[in-house]
């Protein structure tokens, strides 16, 4: 509202995220948003709205404190949730938040893959099958979230473990995984290097923010 730019809002599938300058006014975005639903016949479930405080420790616990942006404004309706100090909130497959832990947001992935790893376990596979399952969990399961998210070193170990434990049953390495992860012409087994995978995921992010296009963030 009030600028000449266009709105800074990202829409992806059902869900958007809006970006509220100094002087917008939630209540204007509110009205646009009721707006556009009468004209396209659509609903906006206003009631799952989230708001993360972005700024200052000050400000931020002053939005919380107040429900509102700034004291001179509207108070936000209390149906809206307002993500407090080191509460994450989800957008978009990634979890944002002020001072969150990210032990506790890659938690649930680690166990995820502790389990499928496991119920494969009991049909006993051939290392060559162990490697292909390591391909289709662990890296289907970390890989969108590495990417929007970032994974954590101590995370990283942590899945290297795991992966560890299922390649070689619960017993100790027979082969080092420097090895296993070779090509097989060069006598390894292709085994997913989760180091490597996500240094090659930050280049790509690299890759992005320097492509100077016309959608180049400004």
Known sequence: PRTNYEANHKPVADNTSVFLARNDDHNALFQILENWCKASGAKFNVEKTEI??????????LVIAQCKQFPNQTEIPRSI?????SEPICALGAFVGNHINEMNIWTPTLKKCEQLFSKWARLRPTIEGRCALVQLIAGGETQYKTRVQGMPPDIEKHLTKII????WDGGLPLISRQIMCEPHEQGGKKLLDIEI????????????????GPEWPK
Do not use: V, W
Not at 81 to 85: E, F, G, Y
Not at 200 to 209: F, G, N, S, T, V
């Open 81 to 85: 949730k307002i993500a407090r100090d």
């Open 197 to 212: 995978r996500n240094e090659a995921i930050e280049l790509m992010k690299l890759q992005c923010y320097l492509h100077f």
């Open 164 to 167: 560890s434990k299922f390649i």
């Open 52 to 61: 993360l405080p972005i700024g200052t420790e000050e400000y931020q616990n």
